[in-house]
């Protein structure tokens, strides 16, 4: 891996045009005699859809932020970070296959920060990937598919994907990645991931944040002492 590549790259590639007056709809129809469709057309400033967002939200009713999808491209991630992020259910996921793509050359690898910073652990670490790649490379030219060769890949080999979610699953993966608890590849990734969409609709920022943040408290085993631990 190059000096200075070591970090997730991601884009927002997908978004409805109208965010905020598309969740303000829903909050609202399930309050209103009202039509959707007039409350949608229907002048309304920020100040209030947010009001409003905000109540029903706290309150729990999370379906009025599952009809918001967003897609992203992401790559240059680790597969152990992909590993962490598919477990997260309500998301789609299309990535590339080790399968189908065979790696030709030195391939792609991520390292940690804690290996990073250690020359004579960061030397030998680039030392057995190169092996690994050495080993690869002569188990696919005797003819090995590379559906079977990629067994002895690492963790560390780098991925990339398309990944899709609704708001509600973009903000609990923030409000758990986030977490100074998380490791930090997928935490990095996760705040790029809620930078990039933020950029767009700031009125998120509130809401894609570690969960201490929303809720006040912490629920961890172990904390950082960034906020109280929760009473139990």
């Known amino acids: 891996m190059t000096e200075g590549n070591n970090k997730p790259k ?5 978004k409805p045009d109208n965010m905020l007056k598309t969740v303000y709809t829903a909050c609202r129809t399930c309050y209103s005699s009202d039509s959707p ?6 002048e309304a400033d920020s100040e209030k859809m947010l009001k409003l967002i905000e109540r029903v939200i706290s309150s729990g009713h999370y379906s009025t932020i599952e009809h918001i999808q967003v897609s992203f491209a992401i790559s240059n991630i680790s597969r152990a970070c992909s ?3 598919v477990r997260h259910r309500h998301m789609s996921f299309s990535q590339k296959s080790q399968r189908y793509v065979k790696e030709k050359g030195q391939f792609d690898y991520l390292t ?14 680039d030392e057995f990937m190169g092996k690994i790649s050495e080993f690869y490379l002569e188990l ?3 003819g090995v598919p590379a559906e079977d060769a990629r067994f002895v890949l690492p963790n560390a080999a780098a991925t990339s994907m398309v990944a899709s979610l609704n708001l509600r699953e973009l903000i ?3 409000n758990l990645r986030l977490c100074t608890r998380a490791q930090a590849e997928i935490r990095l990734l996760v705040r790029m991931m809620c930078d ?3 950029k767009e609709e700031p009125w998120l920022k509130n809401y894609l944040v570690p969960k201490c943040e929303r809720w006040g408290f912490c629920d961890e085993d172990k904390s950082c002492g960034r906020k109280p631990k929760a009473v139990k």
């Open 10 to 14: 991601v884009r927002l590639i997908c």
């Open 37 to 42: 469709l007039n409350i949608y057309d229907c």
């Open 83 to 85: 590993h962490q992020l």
């Open 112 to 125: 940690p920060p804690t290996i990073e910073k250690d020359s004579e652990l960061k030397k030998k670490y």
């Open 140 to 142: 696919t030219e005797k």
């Open 172 to 174: 609990h993966l923030a």
């Open 196 to 198: 990039e969409l933020t």
